[in-house]
């Protein structure tokens, strides 16, 4: 099992910024892809940000120039820079991550969530 801990949520108002991290621990032998996602209430979980060992970045139409996703290879961690937020971002975000277990197992795990909310 590998465990995904999503730190940096709050309240915030439009127009300001916020910096989500993702630390992953576990029995881990490499991580592929670490991305960002989110969910609004009564609306499906939708992709933010990915990012890959490589450094290739992929973003949500809606987010871009606004958030930069970042990634510590040395240490597998993922951080999302959120600037100039808007109420459309409130959600609860989700940390995931891809790759393989110490087993050479593949995974696919998420991290509980934290919530941003951004006020209007």
């Known amino acids: 099992q590998v465990q995904l801990v999503e730190s940096g949520g709050g309240l915030v108002q439009a127009g300001g910024s916020l910096r989500l991290s993702c630390v992953p621990s576990g029995y881990i032998f490499s991580i592929n892809v670490m991305g960002w996602y989110r969910q609004a209430p009564g609306k499906q979980r939708e992709l933010v940000a990915t990012?890959?060992?490589?450094?290739?970045?992929n973003y949500a139409d809606s987010v871009k120039g606004r958030f930069t996703i970042s990634r510590d290879n040395a240490k597998n961690t993922v951080c999302l820079q959120m600037n100039s937020l808007k109420p459309e971002d409130t959600a609860v975000y989700y940390c995931n991550a891809q790759g393989l277990q110490g087993t050479f197992r593949p995974f696919n795990d998420w991290g509980q969530g934290t919530q941003v909310t951004v006020s209007s």
């Open positions: 990012i890959t060992n490589s450094g290739t970045t």
